[in-house]
């Protein structure tokens, strides 16, 4: 079992940036695929990037493709979410999210994640 808790959201102006932390608690960090998904009020919880457990592979949602980048420090069983270039669009309740083993092609879907962390909003404005 693992326990998840976000840092670092806050109010950025559009154009600017944010890093987001999960410290990871628990056992075999590196077993873990880790992903960070979004909600805003009134929408569906949606899929932002995934990491593999080594670090090397990764995925992202069209919508933050080229401006959002996502790794991992398995040694300090962290995970992290730098947000580059954010738009209002952006705003939203972002969760830090672990998954056991590989992820395969259902990356997305967030009913493939066991664990995940209380949230940490983050607020674009235009």
Do not use: H
């Amino acid at each position: 079992q693992v326990q998840l808790a976000e840092s670092g959201g806050g109010l950025v102006q559009a154009g600017g940036s944010l890093k987001l932390s999960c410290a990871a608690s628990g056992r075999a960090f590196s077993t873990y695929t880790m992903g960070w998904f979004r909600q805003a009020p009134g929408k569906e919880r949606t899929f932002v990037a995934v990491v593999n457990r080594s670090g090397v592979g990764t995925r992202y949602a069209e919508s933050v493709e080229g401006r959002f980048t996502i790794s991992r420090d398995n040694a300090k069983s962290l995970v992290y979410l730098q947000m580059d270039r954010l738009k209002p669009e952006d705003t939203a309740v972002y969760y830090c999210s672990a998954q056991n083993g590989a992820y395969g092609s259902t990356f997305a879907d967030p009913r493939n994640y066991v664990y995940w962390g209380q949230g940490t909003q983050v607020t674009v404005s235009s």
